[in-house]
């Protein structure tokens, strides 16, 4: 028995010898953190001015703009713009953007070019493009559409101690990939980043932001329309008793058809809570505080142009509207959530919701869900993929295809002639003329390699970036966080939104870039959990029954936490909730008939078009003789082809309720609905009909 003591003893000092070496090399090791991150510190000595001087120096080194082919994607990135190239339909343009690795930030301004036909990507390199940013915004040129225009952004030392914001704008022609500052007189915005930009007709509008110091977050709610006609800056004035919306950031600016229209956005409000919670009664003290806010409001800005015989620079009418919250929004609110213009609709997807928030961390859900928006109706709807549907066959598709050979026979049969012509023999030896014949359907394309498709969408994050091109969706990057890491995704996925038949994934890389202190953090853990089993074993020797469980809830640095946190709506919910009641109700009045023809289940644009043609072409008639126009004076061809984006839209327009009423004849075993007239059936036969 006094050798089975003294064995444990001796075991009991050896441990508690290894466990103390542990915390001394422990302390060593952040003590080395803490005196890299007071060496580190860039708050006071990087003088930005000099850094950005030095980076326009080194761009202006090159001599023309040149476009050169990526072996790979561009560096990974966040907050940088994404859009589908004005003036190409193959091509996806994105340009500047930061990483933050955990140590060091690092910012772009790179113009790169995805091709979405070769499956290429292009860097374009430019001795006057603009400086590096991230945050920034811009939008096609609304009247000038080829164009794209730019404004703002923010630069930062590498340790992010100091921020530059930038207040210089820019336009860029996709075509020749030529960059150009535009330079006014009169006053133009402040420098910001985090804030929108959108189009109508011949105006720019920029709205909202924030200024970031080492201080403070200043949001801002100001309203800029800049004229690309007569090229100046105009801040409209606006009446102190006229709603319009809060400071924020990071919200959605949509174009419409009288102005535009914004949901949505991030900010952080003051707010007064108590300074000691532990303390009662009087004791415990008030303090003032900066709280995180999701905004869920939603506002028209109307534009009413100047009569066309003002001077030049007359400026447009403008007012804030305030709209009914949309119904269906997305629950819980969530920051982050990024939207996409597309025929009359915004499409929305991921975003953040911090279920919990303490001085400790922020414990945080995401979200991958992708919705659509119908501004006109103000509805959210859910979009969900769908298997591909096997089409069959019509019966009509063997003589359209034996009319196309036709077709071709006579086509080669006329250049045999010609040949034989022009070869100066006779018609009758044109049979025996060898010629190239151009087969449309037999032209060998360029291989393009094979994308996996999922049912699913891609990973959940906030702050990725979309674009919609030719009815695509494509969704490039964004980022995650657990615990102290930040995780830029680096990976482009497409969705086509008529089908909605999978995600592609068009390329995909892990993020190996991080260097920052969630090893260190996790070999702390794994110590932690160490002494704790030691501390265990100790106890089950001492018959001491009682454990602790130790939690290491998630944080978020305070640059982090700045961005995309979001507040405890609780509080927000019961005063929101008559207003939502009243919203749905508003919508569902939007959804009666209009007298227009409407889609039908599985039929696609150009049937829906085919079959009420003539109704759509009577309407634009009347439409242009309240307009005061003349039909006579349009050909047929731009009739019919304005009557086709009529109907396209009010296809687009229904495409929610008209998916979901597939999905339940589907689920009922109904692939196709057919109406008799259309078919040509007489109906008079009855065993046909029962059949």
């Known amino acids: 028995m006094a050798k089975d003591k003294k064995g444990k003893s001796d075991s009991k000092k050896q441990k508690l010898a290894e466990k103390k070496q542990k915390q001394e090399k422990k302390a060593q090791k952040k003590e080395k953190t ?68 955990g140590a060091i930030a690092n910012f772009f301004n790179d113009l790169n070019i995805y091709y979405t036909d070769r499956d290429e990507w292009h860097c374009v390199t430019s001795p006057n493009a603009p400086l590096p940013r991230s945050g920034h915004a811009w939008c096609r040129g609304g009247n000038q559409k080829d164009s794209v225009f730019l404004f703002g952004g923010e630069f930062s030392s590498p340790k992010q101690g100091t921020f530059y914001h930038y207040n210089d704008f820019w336009r860029l022609e996709p075509s020749t990939r030529e960059w150009t500052r535009i330079e006014v007189k009169g006053k133009t915005p402040p420098s910001r980043s985090g804030h929108r930009m959108t189009y109508y007709k011949n105006y720019i509008i920029l709205f909202g932001g924030f200024q970031d110091t080492s201080n403070q977050t200043k949001y801002l709610n100001d309203l800029w329309l800049f004229d690309t006609q007569n090229y100046f800056w105009y801040s409209p004035t606006l009446p102190s008793a006229q709603l319009k919306p809060d400071a924020r950031s990071s919200f959605t600016f949509l174009p419409h058809e009288q102005g535009a229209v914004l949901f949505g956005g991030y900010s952080r409000v003051k707010a007064t809570v108590t300074a000691n ?9 008030q303090k003032n505080i900066l709280k995180p806010l999701v905004h869920q409001d939603c506002f028209y800005l109307r534009i009413t142009q100047p009569p066309p015989d003002s001077p030049s620079n007359t400026p447009p009418n403008v007012r804030w509207e305030k709209r009914k919250k949309p119904a269906n929004t997305p629950n819980p609110p969530r920051a982050g959530a990024t939207m996409a213009y597309h025929k009359g609709r915004g499409l929305l997807f991921g975003g953040v ?20 928006w119908n501004i006109e109706k103000n509805r959210i709807f859910s979009m969900l993929l769908r298997k591909p549907r096997i ?99 680096d990976d482009l996925h497409a969705i086509d939104l008529v089908k909605m038949d999978g995600c592609k994934e068009i390329f995909k890389r892990e993020d190996e870039t991080w260097v920052g202190s969630d090893d260190e953090d996790d070999e702390e853990m794994e110590d932690d959990e160490e002494d704790e ?7 089950e020797e001492d018959f001491d029954g009682g454990s602790e469980i130790l939690n290491s809830p998630s944080k978020r640095n305070k640059k982090q936490a700045d961005e995309v946190s979001s507040i405890d709506t609780a509080s927000v919910a019961g005063s929101s909730s008559i207003d939502d009641d009243v919203s749905e109700a508003d919508t569902a009045a939007t959804s009666v008939d209009d007298g227009l023809p409407h889609p039908r289940p599985f039929e696609s644009r150009r049937e829906f078009f085919v079959r009420t043609s003539a109704e759509w072409q009577e309407v634009l008639m009347t439409s242009l003789r309240w307009k005061g126009i003349q ?48 078919r040509g059936d007489s109906g008079t036969g009855g065993t046909g009909r029962r059949r």
């Open 353 to 372: 919701h911090d279920v919990e928030q303490s001085e400790e961390g922020i414990d945080s859900e995401f979200f991958n869900q992708l919705y659509t």
């Open 34 to 101: 803490k005196n890299a991150k007071l060496e580190g510190s860039d708050a006071e000595d990087v003088d930005l001015d000099a850094v950005l001087a030095e980076y326009k120096k080194q761009q202006e080194l090159f001599l023309k703009v040149t476009e050169t082919v990526l072996d790979a994607a561009p560096k990974p990135r966040s907050s940088a713009t994404f859009i589908a190239s004005p003036s190409n339909s193959n091509q996806l343009l994105l340009f500047g953007g930061e990483t933050w690795n």
């Open 277 to 285: 919670k532990s303390a009662k009664g009087a004791s415990q003290g």
């Open 533 to 539: 089993d030691e501390d265990e074993e100790e106890e």
């Open 631 to 678: 039909p006579e004076t349009l050909t047929i061809k731009e009739i019919k082809s304005k009557a086709f984006e009529l109907s396209e839209e009010k296809w687009w327009d229904c495409r929610e309720e008209i998916t979901a009423l597939e999905d339940e004849q589907e689920a009922a075993g109904i692939g196709e609905v057919v109406s008799l007239t259309d």
């Open 391 to 489: 089409q069959k066959k019509a019966a009509g598709s063997e003589q359209r295809v034996s009319r196309r050979g036709r077709a071709q026979a006579n086509e080669e049969e006329l250049l045999k002639q010609l040949a034989a012509l022009q070869a100066g023999a006779s018609l009758e030896a044109a049979d025996e003329m060898d010629i190239d014949v151009k087969n449309e359907d037999d032209e060998p394309a360029k291989p393009v390699r094979e994308m996996p498709v999922s049912m699913e969408y891609p990973s959940a994050r906030f702050n990725a970036l979309l674009a919609v091109q030719e009815d695509v969706l494509y969704i490039y990057g964004g980022t995650f966080e657990a615990k102290d890491r930040e995780y830029t995704f």
